[in-house]
């Protein structure tokens, strides 16, 4: 059986925060506003994520009323999807994400990210995509007032898909 999810988010661009982006820590001289460590592409994986198997939203899971959540590294979010028991026959088959960011430029970072999502998921790195793109200065998201993340990705409980 394959099952499909998506997910998206967007979080507002603010000053004094490090910037978080698929577990990594990418020099920016601002950050993004959240509960937690605020990582707009880690909250649309896990709702994609959630999105495959009906379990959900990220917002549901972790609300952002819980101080438990308080600054937490969204990786410990997805390890927490990742670890229900209703993930355990489930495995990742491609999860292809996009980030849009007009500021700062994504690029040489990429390839961390999908090195970094590729350990989390325990499969091989071509099984992530990661892209990243402007909004060509249209909208709040072109202004630099905040970033967005798409995600969709594929699941199998084939054991040899
Ligand atoms: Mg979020």
Same mark, same amino acid.
């Given at each position: %059986?394959?099952?499909?999810?998506? !997910?998206?988010?967007?979080?507002? /661009?603010?000053? !004094?925060?490090?910037?978080?982006?698929?577990?990594?820590?990418?020099?920016?001289?601002?950050? =993004?506003?959240?509960?937690?460590?605020?990582?707009?592409?880690?909250?649309?994986?896990?709702?994609?994520? =959630?999105?495959? %198997?009906?379990?959900?939203?990220?917002?549901?899971?972790?609300?952002?009323?819980?101080?438990?959540? =308080?600054? /937490?590294? $969204?990786?410990?979010? =997805?390890?927490? /999807?990742?670890?229900?028991?209703? %993930?355990?026959?489930?495995?990742? *088959?491609?999860?292809?994400?996009?980030?849009?960011?007009?500021?700062?430029?994504?690029?040489?970072?990429?390839?961390?990210?999908?090195? $970094?999502?590729?350990?989390?998921?325990? *499969?091989?790195?071509?099984?992530? $995509?990661?892209?990243?793109?402007?909004?060509? !200065? *249209?909208?709040? *998201? !072109? $202004?630099?007032?905040?970033?967005?993340?798409?995600?969709?990705?594929?699941?199998?409980?084939?054991?040899?898909?």
């Amino acid at each position: %059986m394959l099952r499909i999810g998506q !997910g998206y988010d967007l979080h507002r /661009v603010t000053p !004094g925060r490090p910037l978080r982006l698929g577990g990594i820590t990418i020099p920016a001289p601002f950050g =993004l506003d959240g509960h937690s460590d605020a990582d707009v592409l880690l909250h649309a994986v896990i709702d994609a994520m =959630l999105g495959s %198997m009906a379990l959900g939203d990220i917002g549901g899971w972790f609300p952002d009323t819980d101080p438990q959540w =308080l600054g /937490v590294d $969204s990786r410990v979010l =997805l390890q927490t /999807v990742l670890d229900d028991p209703r %993930m355990a026959a489930w495995h990742l *088959v491609n999860l292809d994400c996009t980030i849009i960011a007009e500021h700062p430029k994504l690029a040489p970072w990429r390839s961390p990210i999908q090195q $970094s999502l590729a350990a989390q998921f325990g *499969v091989p790195p071509e099984c992530i $995509s990661i892209k990243a793109k402007t909004n060509e !200065g *249209v909208d709040a *998201v !072109g $202004s630099g007032e905040a970033i967005a993340a798409w995600a969709v990705l594929l699941a199998t409980n084939n054991p040899t898909p």
